[in-house]
């Protein structure tokens, strides 16, 4: 399993939530475009992403997080390490717990607001990133047809970004099937200039949660698992242990 320093340099996406966000620019490929649009199809479509309220996952059985999209409120345990991080995405805000005790230094509160804004971007983009090829500052270009690592016919599609994100200097490569639609892997690039990539993972085990596809499986990182979309949580996920 890659540790979190690794997984914390991929975040390259500042992801959507209810609330306005500034107008980035970007340069987006005509043909690039219509087949990101294909894609959001072919995940259920647009505005049942809009309406899919309550996410969960498991991140590679290493933490557990909870999202409110219309609100930004995240919830994030970290069994190993006995923590937990109750924050909002849009303010910053929230507790933190560790071994059951609440921390209320300042000092303490901004790096883990800070630390459980990244864990979002980071967790989130890996479990939802094709959602994501239009989101504002993605820079989408076309480069053609390409087969992937199983040999299946592919649109790829490159993505780099304009001061979007955490680290917005990453580029990815994006494969996308002819036939489906959906994404089958990605390349991911350290920095936009790199001709190789660090890493290629694939994006496998689609299923249907609530009136959306996500995949969990990632070839030998692992499985994002305990996926659910819901409309309902438990009273109190977002404000308390």
């Not at 994002?224 to 409309?231: A, F, K, N, R």
Request: hydrophobic letters at 35%.
């Amino acid at each position: 399993m890659k540790n979190f320093s690794r997984f914390t340099s991929h975040l390259s996406l500042f992801l959507l939530s209810i609330f306005p966000l500034p107008v980035f620019s970007q340069q987006v490929n005509p043909r690039a475009a219509s087949i990101a649009d294909s894609v959001m199809i072919a995940m259920g479509g647009k505005q049942n992403w809009d309406n899919a309220h309550y996410l969960h996952w498991n991140y590679f059985g290493r933490r557990i997080l909870w999202w409110d999209k219309w609100t930004g409120n995240v919830r994030i345990e970290i069994p190993a390490k006995k923590l937990l991080i109750l924050t909002n995405i849009n303010t910053k805000q929230g507790h933190v717990y560790r071994f059951g005790n609440e921390l209320t230094q300042p000092d303490s509160m901004n790096y883990f607001m800070d630390r459980g804004y990244k864990i979002w971007a980071n967790d989130s983009y890996w479990l939802i990133m094709p959602f994501k090829l239009k989101d504002p500052g993605v820079n989408m270009k076309y480069l053609g047809a390409e087969k992937d690592s199983l040999g299946k016919d592919c649109y790829l599609l490159e993505l780099t970004f304009n001061n979007v994100g955490v680290t917005p200097e990453n580029k990815y490569h994006v494969y996308i099937d002819r036939k489906t639609y959906l994404v089958t892997e990605f390349d991911f690039y350290n920095k936009s200039t790199d001709e190789k990539p660090e890493f290629r993972d694939p994006w496998q085990d689609y299923r249907q949660y609530g009136k959306i596809l996500i995949a969990g499986d990632r070839g030998g990182d692992g499985k994002i698992t305990e996926i659910t979309v819901s409309d309902e949580i438990p009273a109190g996920l977002f404000e308390k242990p």
